[in-house]
């Protein structure tokens, strides 16, 4: 940071940013500074919905996307609409202090089908000098998801709401964001423009890159919800294979699995740590069928299980059954016929969409169905006011197939979002730090290889594996986080670093040349917490050779191997 830093205060140092918080954060100097609809294409800002609120002194706690501050801004929020349609999008503006302010904006997007997440990722740009705003896509509110506006009726889909969830509600919140800051700063000095998000979040951000590719100078994407429509439904899978296979293992069991792999993988990867931050070398190694005959204990729980109900103490020994359940689940979703329609998550991910419910009543274990699958389902395939299907009654591996297809094709040009040329992104100078946890059990990092390496073969079909490896990590590199979850350190493979400053690495990246050639992490909680670590760029894997302290990034064919699908259930290319 030290140099941006001392680049910034030189360069940046004049009248315009010389007012003082007080004076511009107020709603007659904003009212007097919005940009006129025909710079914001055409967009109508509700002049008398402006409201402004100074904040100093604020502190603010560390999360994982970045570390704790204390930072002043302007709260602005406003209201527009679309001209000839009688709509509401609320926009939220934080505004660093006029003498903090260094000339970048950063958007922030969503999670599950939520579009913003709050306010609790704005303090990652104040605190880097960037006016950071979010979006409530026209949804009703802030803290209204999409799933409660997508359907006016059974049957009767709102598609100005889709489209806003795909991609338009983020490109507003752009256009508007960047051409208020510069009028709020009385600035003509480029604006450099970031994203940040994760999961539904990082889906957002690449709607940006793929569509608006020369609005953006640099994204950190993490863990994106992409290939919307075989993402969704993916969730439902451990489902149908406990009912298909008729069996639903108690939750202990399960995490009995998860611990005995991430002991037995640990050590692969040539450091033993507790984390396995080889988990293609597990894929390789490991037989899960080891775990058979091992005794597992749980407590008794009120309230934590992921079925939200009270759990019994659960007492026994890894079954055959618990063990086919999972190695069906590890495989992915195929046709009943075997043809590969979908990725799993990587062996030491948690089995959270596996979870049945317990039955108080009966004593056994059954079916949960994952919301965020069976809403999918009811409402975007459906088309049904209901949230969660209520039962999977005759639905197959083959079902589950359909599904994908249909909301792939239903929405490829509005939430897939696959598109592999990012050739205006990267020809407008643009960089991406992809990052996504190896251990995520919600979305598969295999997912962001896959797409990684679709990007990679689409925009350099001419060049070698080797050359167009080399070509894509000069502006856009993908980072898999040893022994991380979803959006987060796992709390089982707690001495995993976390990638927490990713966005100044960016900023260094775009404004100062420097490419992170690997990416810092932190460890954020544990024994080791604030250890400092390193982490490889695909293609290449963390390895400590014998008797090395050292990590090395390698390449390794075989590793590579496992990561690579072939979805041969679908007759297109899925990217
Ligand atoms: C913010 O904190 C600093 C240092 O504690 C103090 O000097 C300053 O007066 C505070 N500002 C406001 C507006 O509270
Ligand atoms: C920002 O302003 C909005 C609208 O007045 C308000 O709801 C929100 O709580 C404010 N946030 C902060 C941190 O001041
Ligand atoms: C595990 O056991 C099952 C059933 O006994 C068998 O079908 C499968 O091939 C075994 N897997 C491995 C990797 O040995
Ligand atoms: C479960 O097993 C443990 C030993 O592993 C034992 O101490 C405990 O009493 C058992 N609980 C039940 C409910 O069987
Ligand atoms: C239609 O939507 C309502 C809620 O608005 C719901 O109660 C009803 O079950 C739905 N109809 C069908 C056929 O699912
Ligand atoms: C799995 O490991 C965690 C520690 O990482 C422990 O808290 C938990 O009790 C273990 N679960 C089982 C079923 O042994
Ligand atoms: C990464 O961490 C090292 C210390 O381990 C530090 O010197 C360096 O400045 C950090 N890089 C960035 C881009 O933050
Ligand atoms: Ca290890």
């Not at 919307?228 to 939750?251: A, R, S």
Request: proline fraction near 5%.
């Amino acid at each position: 940071m030290k140099s941006i830093l001392a680049i910034s205060a030189s360069a940046y140092v004049g009248v315009a940013y010389a007012a003082s918080l007080g004076a511009v954060c107020t709603k007659p100097y904003v009212k007097s500074i919005l940009p006129t609809s025909d710079s914001i294409n055409s967009l109508l800002i509700d002049t008398s919905s402006i409201t402004t609120n100074a904040v100093y002194n604020a502190s603010i706690p560390e999360n994982v996307f970045f570390p704790a501050t204390t930072i002043d801004y302007c709260n602005v929020t406003l209201a527009y609409s679309h001209p000839g349609k009688n709509d509401r999008v609320l926009l939220e503006f934080w505004m660093p202090s006029p003498d903090k302010f260094q000339n970048r904006w950063l958007s922030t997007g969503g999670g599950g089908y939520a579009i913003n997440s709050g306010e609790q990722f704005l303090p990652g740009g104040v605190q880097y000098g960037a006016a950071s705003g979010i979006t409530d896509g026209g949804f009703g509110g802030f803290s209204t998801q999409v799933d409660a506006a997508i359907l006016f009726a059974n049957g009767t889909i709102d598609y100005d709401t889709l489209y806003m969830f795909g991609y338009k509600a983020h490109h507003e919140l752009t256009t508007i964001g960047k051409a208020l800051a510069k009028a709020f700063y009385d600035t003509e000095d480029k604006l450099y423009a970031y994203y940040q998000g994760c999961s539904e979040g990082g889906r957002e951000g690449y709607s940006q890159v793929q569509r608006f590719g020369d609005d953006w100078d640099g994204a950190v994407i993490a863990a994106p919800a992409l290939r919307y429509g075989h993402q969704q439904v993916n969730h439902l899978y451990p489902g149908v294979v406990e009912k298909t296979l008729n069996y639903f293992p108690p939750p202990c069991e399960l995490e009995k699995i998860v611990n005995m792999t991430i002991d037995a993988c640990d050590a692969l990867d040539g450091k033993v740590d507790g984390v396995v931050a080889r988990t293609d070398l597990c894929k390789l190694h490991f037989n899960i069928n080891s775990t058979i005959g091992t005794q597992y204990s749980c407590a008794a729980s009120s309230g934590s299980s992921a079925s939200g109900g009270t759990t019994p103490a659960q007492n026994g020994t890894i079954s055959k059954k618990g063990v086919a359940v999972a190695d069906k689940i590890l495989d992915g979703l195929h046709t009943i016929d075997g043809r590969r329609a979908y990725i799993w998550y990587q062996p030491t991910a948690t089995f959270d969409d596996a979870i049945p419910q317990y039955n108080s009543e009966t004593g056994e274990w059954e079916l949960a169905i994952t919301s965020l699958g069976g809403e999918w389902v009811t409402r975007f395939l459906q088309y049904l006011d209901l949230d969660n299907l209520p039962d999977l009654e005759g639905i197959t591996y083959n079902s589950l197939v359909d599904w994908m297809q249909q909301g792939w094709q239903r929405y490829e040009d509005v939430l897939q979002t696959t598109w592999p040329d990012l050739t205006p992104f990267q020809s407008a100078g643009g960089k991406i730090i992809h990052i996504h946890g190896e251990s995520d059990p919600s979305i598969p990092a295999g997912s962001s290889v896959h797409y990684h390496e679709s990007v990679r073969k689409v925009m350099y079909p001419e060049l070698s594996f080797e050359k167009s490896t080399k070509a894509l990590n000069e502006w856009n590199r993908l980072f898999l986080i040893p022994g991380a979850a979803h959006c987060q350190p796992s709390t089982n493979q707690p001495n995993g670093g976390w990638p927490q400053t990713t966005l100044p690495t960016l900023i260094e990246w775009v404004e100062g040349g420097s490419m992170p050639e690997r990416l810092n992490a932190t460890v954020l909680s544990g024994e080791k917490k604030g250890e400092e670590q390193k982490l490889c760029a695909w293609p290449l894997r963390p390895l400590w050779k014998k008797g090395s302290q050292e990590m090395e990034c390698v390449f390794d064919q075989k590793s590579f191997d496992t990561w690579v699908y072939d979805f041969d259930a679908f007759k297109l290319p899925v990217y």
